[in-house]
């Protein structure tokens, strides 16, 4: 049966927090955009003065820098919010609504970003792949696009999207690259998402998509030994099957931060899909995230960083359901029944498909690494390497040297302490959540602090946090990369 | 794929949402707030509820049609009764922002409430 979630005080805290990641997720697609659009413009002025595309750029700021203006507008208020303080009723509602709309603009604007020149991907992307997936990895395109056909693997698929708006001229295009397909996957990335490795768990799930098909994974788990009819009902299982499959594939690359890009994505939905819009190609997304933490705890990965988020997710999804018309929840609860039996009773089979992959592992450890690293993020450092012994034991061991009798070698022994690892990509990602969440709300309310106007925000202020963040995040993945290559020599 | 699709609202009556909520938030807040910005957003709230009643009409919501029809709703007949006349909500709606306008009267607190609770309906949000 659903939870519904009652008005109580720990209640009151999650739609806080979820006001706060909506307005969060607002703000960072909001900025993420107009850095796009800026360096297009940068790019169309230096090629061409006057050039066509400005008339393509400039009318999609001007309604960016619309809500921008709205979110600052209301500054008073989410700065309220921000600190905990009481809002009226009306003001809390509004505001909520508020920021629902922005994120409607802003979705709806990423998809019109097809209309400019493409930028290529961030090298670092395919670091952070290999490094996931090691042997397992296939050389692979990652293609920059937009919000509605992203995080696809197949071209064929991002080609189907394309034709749900309106673009039905494509499916001729699809015939032709039926034969081209089989040679290797085709990741699609969101334009927003480009500087922000934050965002490239998704990529990961996807590339689980790609190992799946190749091997078919799903379709052996589904039909055994039958052959396979495509046009059977048992299709269904094999989509359900395949999107497990790729979360766990997520999962044990890149741990419990795998799942944070989703679960954000999944918020920013004002409602929960209707009818059979969903299950057609997912399984529920609830029952996603209680599969995944299922496989984190067989990986013996603690969550309890992540728990909030999780939770303020799972509020989120009760009072959306909470909001369906109570034929439409009962329908869901009997649809997602079954769903549910089907997939936990396959779940060991499907977790041991992907324990049997050789990718590079997500471990306790790793987990343990990224605190120490997120550490390093609070100092506004690069976060490439670990060092396991710490200053004040080299420090305290120089010290004892001084006066003494030791051989000068001794010295070259102490210093030898300096034993950096270089972190691993997933170390690198979860120490980058781990110091998001723990620091972007701090970010918000320095962008909407009431005291310096109630009706104005420093949403640039807020923007300059994420292109540092990221920043770090990019350098530390190449520095990595070459600390690796020094020292395999 | 990731993750399902979301559905697309229309962005330009989001857009005209988050304006009309700001200048209602800020009346709940305090009934005889004023400025030029306030009237600016209250007009987009005309502009949202013409669009919203005139697109729900029942020969909108009727589904898609074919060139014959098309044609056949040019005809006077078809067009007799105002198509906004099924939307009393949005009716209700546009009839407080245009009071509000005018500034002929002080809006009421549950007023305000079912305005900002149409609003938000309307981008999708769900409510407290």
């Given at each position: 049966m659903?939870?519904?979630?009652?008005?109580?005080p720990d209640n009151n805290a999650l739609e806080r927090l979820r006001v706060l990641i909506s307005l969060g997720e607002a703000v960072e697609k909001l900025v993420r955009l107009q850095q796009v659009l800026g360096r297009q413009r940068l790019f169309v002025d230096a090629r061409e003065q006057g050039s066509g595309y400005a008339g393509v750029i400039d009318p999609l700021l001007l309604v960016l820098n619309g809500q921008a203006e709205t979110l600052g507008r209301n500054s008073a208020r989410i700065s309220s919010l921000i600190r905990g303080e009481a809002l009226d009723e009306e003001q809390r509602i509004a505001l909520a609504g508020i920021i629902q709309a922005v994120i409607n603009v802003v979705l709806t604007l990423h998809e019109l970003l097809v209309l400019l020149p493409r930028e290529a991907p961030e090298p670092q992307v395919f670091r952070v792949l290999r490094d996931c997936f090691k042997g397992e990895w296939q050389s692979t395109s990652v293609i920059m696009t937009?919000?509605?056909s992203s995080y696809e693997y197949r071209i064929e698929d991002v080609l189907e999207k394309l034709e749900d708006i309106g673009q039905h001229e494509l499916t001729r295009y699809k015939g032709l690259l039926k034969g081209f397909t089989r040679a290797g996957s085709v990741l699609a990335q969101a334009f927003v998402d480009r500087s922000n490795p934050l965002a490239w768990p998704v990529l990961a799930h996807e590339y689980g998509h790609a190992l799946d098909e190749a091997r078919g994974i799903s379709r052996q788990l589904v039909y055994g030994s039958e052959a396979a009819d495509r046009s059977s009902n048992k299709e269904f299982l094999v989509k359900w099957v395949s999107e497990v499959f790729a979360d766990f594939v997520a999962a044990r690359v890149l741990g419990p931060a795998s799942q944070i890009p989703f679960l954000l994505l999944e918020m920013t939905r004002p409602s929960l899909p209707r009818g059979l819009e969903e299950v057609r190609s997912h399984p529920p997304a609830s029952l996603r995230l209680t599969l995944v933490r299922e496989y984190l705890k067989?990986?013996?990965?603690a969550t309890d960083e992540f728990d909030g988020v999780f939770a303020v997710y799972e509020f989120d999804y009760a009072r959306k359901l909470v909001a369906l018309d109570s034929a439409e929840r009962e329908a869901k609860d009997q649809r997602e029944e079954p769903i549910g039996t089907f997939l936990r009773s396959n779940f060991a089979t499907i977790a041991s498909a992907v324990d049997s992959l050789g990718l590079r592992s997500f471990?306790?450890?790793?987990?343990?690494?990224?605190?120490?690293?997120?550490?390093?993020l609070q100092l506004d450092l690069p976060i490439s390497s670990l060092r396991y012994t710490k200053d004040d034991q080299i420090l305290s061991e120089l010290n004892s040297l001084i006066g003494s009798k030791s051989a000068p070698e001794r010295v070259y022994e102490v210093l030898s302490n300096f034993n950096e690892t270089p972190a691993t990509s997933s170390e690198i990602l979860t120490a980058g959540w781990l110091y998001k969440l723990a620091s972007y709300e701090e970010h918000l309310k320095e962008s909407f602090s009431a005291a310096t106007?109630?009706?104005s925000a420093s949403l640039s202020g807020y923007g300059d946090y994420l292109a540092r963040t990221d920043e770090l995040l990019l350098r530390s993945i190449e520095l990595a990369a070459v600390h690796i290559a020094i020292v395999q020599g | 794929m990731a993750t399902a699709t979301a559905p697309r609202n229309d962005v330009h009556?989001?857009?005209l949402a988050g304006r009309v909520l700001t200048a209602l938030a800020d009346l709940a807040a305090d009934s005889d707030a004023w400025s030029e910005r306030i009237r600016e957003e209250l007009e987009s709230g005309m502009e949202y509820c013409q669009a919203v009643g005139a697109c729900r009409a029942p020969a909108a919501v009727a589904g898609p049609v074919d060139l014959e029809q098309a044609v056949r709703r040019l005809a006077p007949d078809d067009n007799q009764q105002p198509a906004r006349a099924v939307v009393p909500e949005c009716l209700d709606v546009e009839g407080l922002l245009r009071d509000l306008l005018a500034r002929s009267r002080r809006p009421e607190p549950a007023e305000l409430r079912a305005a900002i609770k149409f609003f938000i309906k309307e981008v999708g949000y769900l409510g407290s």
């Amino acid at each position: 049966m659903t939870a519904i979630p009652e008005p109580r005080p720990d209640n009151n805290a999650l739609e806080r927090l979820r006001v706060l990641i909506s307005l969060g997720e607002a703000v960072e697609k909001l900025v993420r955009l107009q850095q796009v659009l800026g360096r297009q413009r940068l790019f169309v002025d230096a090629r061409e003065q006057g050039s066509g595309y400005a008339g393509v750029i400039d009318p999609l700021l001007l309604v960016l820098n619309g809500q921008a203006e709205t979110l600052g507008r209301n500054s008073a208020r989410i700065s309220s919010l921000i600190r905990g303080e009481a809002l009226d009723e009306e003001q809390r509602i509004a505001l909520a609504g508020i920021i629902q709309a922005v994120i409607n603009v802003v979705l709806t604007l990423h998809e019109l970003l097809v209309l400019l020149p493409r930028e290529a991907p961030e090298p670092q992307v395919f670091r952070v792949l290999r490094d996931c997936f090691k042997g397992e990895w296939q050389s692979t395109s990652v293609i920059m696009t937009n919000a509605l056909s992203s995080y696809e693997y197949r071209i064929e698929d991002v080609l189907e999207k394309l034709e749900d708006i309106g673009q039905h001229e494509l499916t001729r295009y699809k015939g032709l690259l039926k034969g081209f397909t089989r040679a290797g996957s085709v990741l699609a990335q969101a334009f927003v998402d480009r500087s922000n490795p934050l965002a490239w768990p998704v990529l990961a799930h996807e590339y689980g998509h790609a190992l799946d098909e190749a091997r078919g994974i799903s379709r052996q788990l589904v039909y055994g030994s039958e052959a396979a009819d495509r046009s059977s009902n048992k299709e269904f299982l094999v989509k359900w099957v395949s999107e497990v499959f790729a979360d766990f594939v997520a999962a044990r690359v890149l741990g419990p931060a795998s799942q944070i890009p989703f679960l954000l994505l999944e918020m920013t939905r004002p409602s929960l899909p209707r009818g059979l819009e969903e299950v057609r190609s997912h399984p529920p997304a609830s029952l996603r995230l209680t599969l995944v933490r299922e496989y984190l705890k067989h990986l013996d990965v603690a969550t309890d960083e992540f728990d909030g988020v999780f939770a303020v997710y799972e509020f989120d999804y009760a009072r959306k359901l909470v909001a369906l018309d109570s034929a439409e929840r009962e329908a869901k609860d009997q649809r997602e029944e079954p769903i549910g039996t089907f997939l936990r009773s396959n779940f060991a089979t499907i977790a041991s498909a992907v324990d049997s992959l050789g990718l590079r592992s997500f471990g306790q450890q790793q987990l343990e690494n990224a605190k120490e690293l997120e550490k390093k993020l609070q100092l506004d450092l690069p976060i490439s390497s670990l060092r396991y012994t710490k200053d004040d034991q080299i420090l305290s061991e120089l010290n004892s040297l001084i006066g003494s009798k030791s051989a000068p070698e001794r010295v070259y022994e102490v210093l030898s302490n300096f034993n950096e690892t270089p972190a691993t990509s997933s170390e690198i990602l979860t120490a980058g959540w781990l110091y998001k969440l723990a620091s972007y709300e701090e970010h918000l309310k320095e962008s909407f602090s009431a005291a310096t106007s109630p009706t104005s925000a420093s949403l640039s202020g807020y923007g300059d946090y994420l292109a540092r963040t990221d920043e770090l995040l990019l350098r530390s993945i190449e520095l990595a990369a070459v600390h690796i290559a020094i020292v395999q020599g | 794929m990731a993750t399902a699709t979301a559905p697309r609202n229309d962005v330009h009556l989001s857009i005209l949402a988050g304006r009309v909520l700001t200048a209602l938030a800020d009346l709940a807040a305090d009934s005889d707030a004023w400025s030029e910005r306030i009237r600016e957003e209250l007009e987009s709230g005309m502009e949202y509820c013409q669009a919203v009643g005139a697109c729900r009409a029942p020969a909108a919501v009727a589904g898609p049609v074919d060139l014959e029809q098309a044609v056949r709703r040019l005809a006077p007949d078809d067009n007799q009764q105002p198509a906004r006349a099924v939307v009393p909500e949005c009716l209700d709606v546009e009839g407080l922002l245009r009071d509000l306008l005018a500034r002929s009267r002080r809006p009421e607190p549950a007023e305000l409430r079912a305005a900002i609770k149409f609003f938000i309906k309307e981008v999708g949000y769900l409510g407290s």
